[in-house]
């Protein structure tokens, strides 16, 4: 195996909960990716316009964001997590399973902001939890749980694809036009923000034809398995109430692991100490609180919010290439074909994909604050050319691939080294997760209205803007890695030296 023995020992022994954790995140992925290939015949089902189905984009990111913020009150206990992750997963089949029967566009505002929670949750815990086994391991972990989202987000639009109408899928006397022009709306959709599509005609009465109700079945029983999987964990724990048991600790299966392998010296007096300092991954309101500032330096608090800012940047960035790369696409001075322009999205979350797949490997060669180096300078060159070569499609679809590899593992990268800075006693997952989520919503706003103003040109400068904050807060996070203070216990903190650039 590519990996040492001690690694290969710790998965051996927490086998069960890593995939279980990986597999909630599956059901993650699966979720965040199918509203925007839906949306349309969604829109027909609840017989809305576009502007108002639109919002329901808003309500299941809002909801993500909120859930992110409040995961890590069932931290406490594994009790408590594992049936979080339960209810989370399990919510997501029975959203899947109810959304074919949400006729009106408020009550299905409501179950899609149900799943924002339900992903919230998932989002921080499942993050928290493998850090919490692995710890300075976590990062090729890291790597895989995000791996599965992007893998879950491949699959669902797939699933729907066959089922989406190609014509439109409300019976009117005006529904010629609008049906020549519906794939081109379709790729054009983002959250709550319908842009130039207000001039298309489409019909809000009439009879209602459309088949996507089985995809969402069809995603429901795909996703049954995830819970299935969460409640043999907690059997597999005695933590299911009939058994009466009380609840593990958060670290159980950590300090499971840490038998694995050869005790060092420094091992000896840090890992007792590491079993109580997990306290301090909380929600983030908890974290917030006077209680867990008190004796911390100024670098404690600079360190959680230059990482949060980068992550705010790279998946902000995500955000509005992915929602917007088609709308630039087909404008001038491109004008590439609809049907051409529409595989630019997916080649983009595909090589998110495949760079996830491909960093399992590399992040057990490299440190993650190389990794994350690279991937902020990476991001900023390939802006840079896309700007240069601003003309050439071919470029474009280049640029796409690139970006989406670059911006792949930052997120996983970005967590594991902040947590590795702050020796796993802040509140680093928590605050990034929330930092990622609250620009990934932001940042696709100010894009959207930017180029509605500017024009399409807007794109790519406001992407190279966003990839230049992302290097200087990088740089930020850097200087105050080196002023943070060492380990008590003798144990030197890892440190950015020049070898490592």
Request: glycine content about 6%; charged content about 10%.
């Amino acid at each position: 195996m590519w990996w040492d023995e001690r690694v290969s020992a710790r998965f051996r022994r927490n086998l069960q909960p890593t995939l279980t954790y990986w597999s909630v995140f599956f059901s993650f992925g699966l979720c965040i990716a199918f509203l925007g290939p839906t949306l349309l015949d969604l829109r027909c089902q609840t017989q809305s316009s576009l502007s108002q189905i639109t919002w329901v984009f808003f309500s299941q990111q809002f909801c993500l964001l909120l859930g992110s913020c409040l995961g890590g009150v069932f931290k406490r206990t594994l009790a408590q997590s594992l049936f979080a992750l339960f209810a989370s997963s399990l919510a997501i089949s029975l959203v899947f399973a109810i959304i074919p029967l949400c006729h009106n566009v408020v009550v299905l505002a409501v179950v899609m902001a149900v799943a924002g929670l339900a992903m919230g949750c998932i989002d921080t815990i499942s993050n928290m939890q493998l850090v919490k086994i692995y710890q300075k391991d976590s990062a090729i972990f890291l790597q895989a749980l995000h791996f599965f989202v992007g893998f879950g987000a491949l699959l669902s639009p797939l699933i729907a694809d066959p089922f989406l109408s190609d014509t439109n899928c409300i019976l009117s006397n005006s529904t010629a036009n609008a049906s020549s022009n519906l794939p081109h709306i379709r790729k054009s959709l983002v959250p709550h923000h319908p842009g130039n599509l207000s001039h298309y005609d489409l019909p809000m009465k009439g009879m209602v034809v459309t088949r996507v109700s089985y995809a969402f079945w069809i995603m429901a029983l795909i996703n049954l398995p995830v819970p299935i999987a969460v409640f043999f964990l907690l059997y597999k724990e005695r933590m299911v109430p009939c058994f009466n048991s009380s609840s593990h600790p958060l670290l159980s299966a950590d300090e499971l692991a840490m038998e694995a392998r050869p005790v060092e010296k420094d091992d000896l007096s840090t890992s007792v100490h590491r079993a109580h300092a997990a306290g301090g991954h909380d929600d983030l309101f908890s974290c917030c609180q006077s209680k867990n500032f008190r004796g911390a330096s100024y670098t404690y608090f600079a360190v959680h919010i230059t990482g949060a800012l980068v992550l705010f940047m790279t998946d902000g960035i995500v955000g509005e290439y992915s929602g917007f790369i088609y709308s630039y696409a087909v404008e001038e001075p491109l004008s590439v074909v609809h049907k051409v322009a529409g595989y630019l999205p997916s080649l983009f979350w595909g090589f998110i994909t495949l760079g996830r797949l491909i960093s399992i490997p590399v992040s057990y060669r490299m440190k993650p604050a190389t990794m994350v180096f690279i991937n902020v300078v990476g991001v900023l060159i390939t802006f840079l050319l896309l700007l240069i070569f601003s003309s050439s499609v071919v470029f474009l679809f280049v640029g796409t691939a690139s970006l989406g590899l670059f911006l792949s593992s930052t997120f996983p990268s970005m967590l594991a080294y902040t947590e590795d800075i702050l020796q796993y006693k802040g509140c680093a997952t928590t605050v990034l997760v929330t930092g990622a989520g609250i620009g990934e919503m932001v940042l696709q706003l100010l894009v959207g209205s930017i180029i509605h103003d500017q024009g399409s040109y807007s794109f790519l400068v406001c992407g190279m803007i966003f990839g230049g904050l992302a290097f200087t807060f990088y740089a930020f996070l850097l200087f105050f890695h080196r002023m943070y203070p060492k380990p008590s216990s003798g144990k030197k903190a890892p440190a950015l030296t020049p070898a490592l650039l």
